[in-house]
Structures are given as C-alpha cells and as structure tokens.
C-alpha cells in the first residue's frame, strides 16, 4: 500500500453511531472526519436502521477507508438489547463487507487501554486523550465519536506494533 | 391495490435463514418459492452476513413482496447468541428497508397458533400443517424454510381477519 491506510472506527449503536476516520501517519495519525449518526427518534426502527447503514455507506464512498475497526459485543447486557445492538452493528458490517473492506473488532476496553493506559477510564479521560493525540482543538463530542475515534487508534496503534515486531 | 398482496417470511438465523413466499389468494394463498439461505460455514460472519444480505434482495427483486413478515425477537436467548441473531436479522430488515417494503413482526408462538392452533406446537407438526394449508406435495424442508412460510401465513391471517372486521 503506497498511501497511509485510512481506518474507519466505529462505535454501533442503536440511538447513536460514532464515527470516527483518520489517517495513519508514522508520527502523529491525522483525523479526517468524526462525529454521530443520530437517527431521529420518531421514525419507525427499521428506518433508523437504514439511515445508520446510508450513513456509513456514504462515510466510506467519502473516505475510501482501507479497513474498519468496529467496538467488539457487550457480553454482560439483557438479550433485547444485545438484539436491537446486534442490528445496529450489522449495518456497519454489511457496509464495510459489500465493499470488500476488512473488519477488525476491538473490545472497549482494549480501546481504552490503548488509548489511556487502563482499560477502566472514564469517558471523560478517553475524550482529553483523544484529544491530545490527535491534535484536535477541544475533546471530541459526543462521547460515541470519542470512543470510534478510540477504537480506529487501537487498530492503528495494533498494526504499528505488528510492523515494529515484523522489522526486528 | 389490485394485485392480490405477496407475503414474503422470514426466520432468521445466523446459520440457516429460512424464506417462504406466498400470494394471498381468497380461498388458498399461493406458495411462490420457498427455501433456506445457508452460507457456507467456512467464510468470515462477515461474507456469511453479506450473502444473507444479498440473498434477501435477490427473493425481493425476483419476487416484488408487498409486505416482509420476520419472526420477532427470542428473548430468552443469552446475550451473545441474541447479538448475533440480531446481525442476521438485521439483514432482512435492511433489505425489505430499502427497498420501502412494510415490515411486520409475529413471535413465533403466534405464528404456529395462526397455522397449527396451539402455540407450542412442535417443529413436525408444522411443516405437516403448512404442506396441508398450502397443497404442498410433501412437508417443506428445512424447518426453517417451514417456519418462514408459517410466518408469511400468520401474516395473511391476520390482514384476512383485519379485512373480515372492516367489513362487519
């Protein structure tokens, strides 16, 4: 790959979606675009669901991204909710595979800790590092946007170790 | 409309997605194809997911269903299982989503109620009745495909009833 890949992180939801593109750059990563998709609430879910997935389709006709790294299933929540999740996390899924993008799960912790240092910091802590690392004027908002932007860094800082360990 | 409705059912799953579609006729609803959509077990969840996908719009574009009928959510199922289902099920949804088709949902107890007369009615004992009510030449096979054909029939009932009320 001649250009720096392109990482889309995603932070599924069922009311938001955080997105969150960079660039790999060997020092410093560069974000390209971050934010949410916020469907309005008083469309029917199955609408909501389409927006999720148009939005990311059109994020990756946008982006060109060479992978996407996707925040990896909660275990601990009820059956219904891991349902309606499982929905909004397939919307990005089948985004990324009708494109032939490879997908990489991180579980939220692994982000964080890549990201802080401890896999147990608040979102707060998450959104003040991101917004060192990255360069960015203020910390990110809303904290979903944080945590894509986090999950796209894991990936990033995943296959920089990789590399520095394939050199040796 | 002037055609009489096409009823496309759904049961999803994330290892064999059954599908049955009929058109609602007065006296005996018309079975148009029926099947399963079993990715093979080799490929990424991801390509299993995007032929899931890509499965349902090829029904829907060879088809032209007017309504999508999928079996609701199980709620008994442990949270990582229910994740995945709801992955798979997001497949249809999206599917029938975008291509503005209604979506309906029936838990599967309604649906073997509508077609068998008892909501614990076992696997058998469906595909018996569904090969009985549709004039089928045997049982249809897999289970699943007999499960998305109930769907599609509880579906027809209950517009069939809906219609009867309207005209008292």
Request: aromatic share 6%; hydrophobic share 45%; glycine share 6%.
């Amino acid at each position: 790959m001649s250009q720096p890949p392109i990482i889309l992180g995603i932070d599924p939801g069922t009311l938001i979606t955080g997105f969150g593109i960079i660039r790999v750059h060997p020092q410093t990563p560069q974000v390209l675009d971050y934010g949410c998709i916020r469907p309005p609430s008083k469309l029917t879910c199955y609408e909501r669901y389409l927006i999720i997935f148009n939005s990311i389709e059109a994020l990756i006709e946008k982006h060109h991204p060479d992978v996407l790294a996707i925040e990896s299933q909660f275990v601990y929540r009820n059956p219904q909710t891991a349902m309606k999740l499982g929905i909004a996390r397939g919307m990005a899924l089948l985004a990324a595979a009708r494109k032939q993008i490879p997908i990489f799960e991180y579980a939220p912790k692994k982000a964080k800790l890549a990201v802080v240092g401890t896999g147990t910091a608040s979102k707060e802590q998450v959104q003040r590092m991101i917004q060192l690392l990255l360069h960015l004027p203020h910390p990110p908002t809303p904290e979903d946007a944080a945590d894509a932007l986090a999950i796209a860094l894991c990936h990033a800082h995943t296959i920089g170790v990789k590399n520095r360990l394939a050199v040796r």
